[in-house]
């Protein structure tokens, strides 16, 4: 079945400076979403992607889909405290009806 | 999010006994999901719904059951707990499987099997 993997597990980040996450899938993708967790909540749904190379940004987060629809990144710029959180990709495979949930990239900021 | 709450928000139970955890939205969406999520694994899916009556089966659905008998109303059922049934468990609404749908989550529920 289709498998969603993210890169790094885990990500030590200095306040003010910038990092990406990358997500990795097995199969061609119709669509890709991402998701922010913050520590004792729950995921909160930040954007969708869909097309070939698209790329999106919402402030200080930019998310970008691979020209094969098959790897996503989010790279974030001058992290701040309220970056912290693990943050998922989940991808839609062709058949488009689930969305299968990377492992997630957990973000600590050090201040 | 406000339309959609999960009960109970924590649970322990013992091994072997049934229990049910329960979804509720107020937003009328179609599609509802049951995820559990646990280290190093993510988000997995248990069962999801498209309909009233209409569920089908998720990734991880071994010794879980559901039923939607409401629109509203999504409930996930251990059938007999086990110690590996220990996780956080967090039912997802979605008004449709289309393009710029997102999942809504609710707040989730702990459930400990001893």
């Known amino acids: 079945g289709q498998q969603v993997m993210q890169i790094p597990q885990y990500q030590h980040v200095q306040e003010g400076e910038d990092f990406t996450t990358y997500c990795n899938s097995s199969?061609?993708?119709?669509?890709i979403q991402w998701y922010k967790q913050r520590p004792g909540g729950h995921p909160v749904f930040l954007i969708q992607?869909?097309?070939?190379?698209e790329v999106k940004k919402q402030k200080r987060l930019t998310f970008q889909f691979g020209e094969a629809k098959k790897n996503s990144s989010l790279h974030i710029t001058a992290t701040q405290t309220t970056d912290v959180g693990t943050y998922f990709c989940?991808?839609?495979?062709?058949?488009?009806?689930?969305?299968?949930f990377g492992g997630g990239t957990r973000v600590l900021v050090k201040p | 999010d406000a339309g959609i709450t999960q009960s109970p928000r924590h649970k322990v139970t013992e091994t072997g006994t049934p229990v049910t955890l329960r979804c509720h939205q107020t937003?009328?969406?179609?599609?509802m999901y049951w995820y559990r999520q646990d280290p190093g694994h993510g988000l997995r899916l248990i069962h999801y719904?498209?309909?009233?009556?209409?569920?089908d089966k998720g990734e991880v659905s071994d010794g879980y059951s559901v039923s939607r008998s409401k629109t509203e109303d999504f409930l996930l059922t251990l059938e007999s707990a086990t110690s590996s049934q220990t996780s956080v468990y967090f039912c997802?609404?979605?008004?449709?499987?289309?393009?710029?749908?997102?999942?809504?989550f609710g707040s989730g529920t702990r459930l400990t099997v001893v």
């Open positions: 719904s498209y309909g009233v009556k209409d569920t």
């Open positions: 992607l869909v097309k070939s190379g």
């Open positions: 937003e009328n969406h179609r599609y």
């Open positions: 997802a609404i979605s008004e449709s499987q289309g393009a710029n749908y997102g999942y809504t």
């Open positions: 199969t061609t993708l119709s669509n």
């Open positions: 989940a991808g839609r495979g062709a058949a488009g009806n689930k969305l299968t």
